[in-house]
């Protein structure tokens, strides 16, 4: 627990991790662990920590200390204070002094930078260029400072939505389910792949709109480009990994939809969505069906497209789940509107929901959760 609480002494920490990327028991146990409900979200360092099979490839940049200090003026930016610590690099508040404007400069601060996190912001700044979307945080400009590369973005205001305090009114998730899945759709229509959607990355501003950032382990697919530039392997965040890819699937649409299923299942329901076993290694997620009968159950008065919706991302069979996010956008934006229940008046506790009487969606029973959550819908 120490160790997935980030409690460990540094040289006991990468000790620890440098055993569990040789030994496939080891790792199994410690994403067992990072999946357990006992851990606060934010208490597990499982979480910031991307993980490849066989190895912890950016490692190095986590460990406290090893890292370089970047100078106050840096370009034409110059940083104010340091926003967070991630897997990569670290995010400062900068100003951009030639047009005066804030922004959020993510630095590799690695002493030695590894080519494997060089090539990792080479590709987040590839993945996340070809994406222009109100729902995506936009890049400015990409750089390099004594070797190491640096990416400017808009700086979002806002909370990350694992600051957000769970459970939410259902009607508050849906608002923020329809930007994420547009979000994703629109990384998606480009062939990017998130690989690393948890709350931690994605940004709820005061105006209520949500954007999802990080791109750093992101990957292309089906676009017809070689992914030369991609992380090999299985990289993800343990607790929001999907079964398959946990198993050494490679990542997909559907593995983008898991995460995204578990984020909403998290927000609507307050609680982790994994069943406790006896032993770690019995540690199963509940398939889409029962995760939609889950989310019903745990709250009250929640439309019943949009707890299929989530049961449908949560499948344990990738091909439960939706095929496009296309798909998911589609019956999201219709249990938004189908106008009952407006999501710009979501201020609505779950037990007040329930007098509202759900809208022209098929019940919950029946079919798979695919075909639950797109019935009638003509998808
Ligand atoms: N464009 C941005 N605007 C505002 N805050 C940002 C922006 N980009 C990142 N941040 C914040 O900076 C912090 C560090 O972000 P970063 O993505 O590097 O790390 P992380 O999400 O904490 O870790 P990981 O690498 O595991 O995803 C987070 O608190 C994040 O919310």
Known sequence: MALLEGRLPV???????????????CRTLLVALAHSDALPAEACAAESVPVEHGRFPVWAATVPGATWKPPVQLDEFRLERLL???????????RDTLVDRRVALKLCVALQPDAGTLASFAMEAHAIARIKHPNVVTMYRAGEIDGR??????????????????PLPWQRVLDIAVGLSRGLRAAHERGVLHRDLKPGNAILTPDGAVKLLDFGLATFVGSGRSPLLAVP??????RYMAPETRLGASATPQSDFYALGLMLFELCTGRASFMRHAS??????????GMRARVSELVPGIDPGFA??????????????FA????????????????????ASSQLFPSQSALLPGLGLPPPEGGSPREVAQAGMGL
């Open 324 to 343: 496009q996010a296309d798909a998911l956008c589609a019956v999201l934006e219709h249990v938004a509107r189908s106008g009952l229940h407006p999501v």
């Open 308 to 321: 299929a919706a989530i049961g449908c991302c949560l499948a344990e069979d990738p091909a439960e789940r």
């Open 11 to 25: 040289a006991a920490n990468a000790l620890a991790h440098g055993h569990a990327a040789d030994c496939a028991s």
């Open 233 to 238: 392997g299985v990289v993800g965040t343990p």
């Open 149 to 166: 590369p640096y990416l400017v973005y808009e700086h979002v205001e806002g909370k990350s939505l694992a600051e957000l305090r769970p």
């Open 280 to 289: 770690p290694s019995a540690f199963r997620l509940e398939g889409g069906a």
């Open 84 to 94: 967070g610590r991630g897997g990569m690099g670290a995010v400062y508040l900068a």
